[in-house]
């Protein structure tokens, strides 16, 4: 089987949905799956196509007809030849089955591919209607016309969450009924099994993601001013537009030399992160999925994180972790100060998060989603000899 994954974003890029894409892409491989990834060129300077460890990698400046009035030119200057390359590529590796990782302007390319190519579409969402920084779908009617399209023709659907697939019916309108199931994403737990945690001179609780208003950061600092800890720091790691904002904040409250903002942390760094802190705590206001929970569970840590979206369903209170409700400064305050006291629950939650993550490996999320590609195509399949016995008849 051929595979074209669309993903809103790749490599060198980094977050959840890059990481999704490329261990997809590998245990597909592992299994003789041939898949490649289209994705947006965004920026500029990126090449149009790279060989990334072994994934052939296409990326194509996947505009769409809004905006001002530059992009809308450049989108009729444009759009034709990039979608007669499109699906080139297609056809040259013989692509079998679609699957979108995250709708963006993936999304209309790979509905474009469908109607001309007709081959089975998966449609994968990740909260991207709530987590997107820029709000596209609160702003986009060209986009919402697209994810409605998208849902409409879609073979399948999966959801990173239960609580993600509640929210798409919602937004739908109606239940999806059998095309539709909940597929959550990954960790790579052998990542955790080596290298060395990061060196730091204090004792230190971890934040990691985008530095973005959606994530709650600003809610983590004032919960650490409040709980008061003088022996710990709070490391962040991550980059994002709220990043200024931040550390006037941490300053404001007193916390410039407590608080330490890493930067953009790759692979290596963040596995390292994870291994050299107390414990961890997501933040968020709004969460699909919340995969850096899966890592912090892989890396034998306890999690504290905001009871919104699709957490409560990866971390189990006082099992894994504990859950708070979202905004509250004063309950995390009391959250982190509870963790710092208690080493030993500490070590009791990190014990069952790094069990409790094996049902989250990547192969066993691969299996599920070559399962969804197996049912679509045999179906595809059996409607084309359908059609073409009527036509002989």
Known sequence: MNVALFASAFYPHVGGVEELVRQLAHEYRARGVSAIVLTNRWPRSLPTYEDYEGIPTYRLAMRVPEGNLKARLNYQLTHQSIRGEMLQILKR???????????????????LARRALQLPLVVTTQGERTMDAAQLYQHSAFMNRVLRELLAEADFITACSRNTLTDIEQYWGKAFGERARVVYNGIQTGDFAHGDPFTHSRPYVLGLGRLVAQKGFDVLIRAFAQAALPAHDLLLAGEGSERAALESLASDLGLSQRVRFIGRADRALA?????????????????????????????????????????????????????????????????????????????????????????????????????????IYSHSMDMDSQARQRQQT
Not at 335 to 342: C, D, K
């Open 271 to 375: 596995v390292a992160l994870f291994k050299g802190c107390d414990f961890f705590v997501l933040p968020s206001r709004q969460e699909p999925f919340g995969i850096v929970n899966l890592e912090a569970m892989a890396a034998g840590k306890a999690v504290v994180a905001m009871r919104v979206g699709g957490v409560p369903e990866i971390v189990q209170d006082e099992q894994t972790g504990m859950l708070i409700p979202p905004e509250d400064s004063e309950a995390l305050a009391r959250a982190i100060t509870r963790m710092v006291l208690n080493p030993e629950l500490r070590e009791q939650f990190g014990a069952a998060g790094r069990e409790r993550v094996q049902k989250f490996t990547w192969p066993a999320i691969a299996e599920q989603y070559l399962d969804v590609y197996r049912s």
């Open 93 to 111: 590796h013989k692509t079998e089955v679609l699957h979108v990782q995250c709708v963006s302007s993936n999304g209309y390319y790979a509905l």
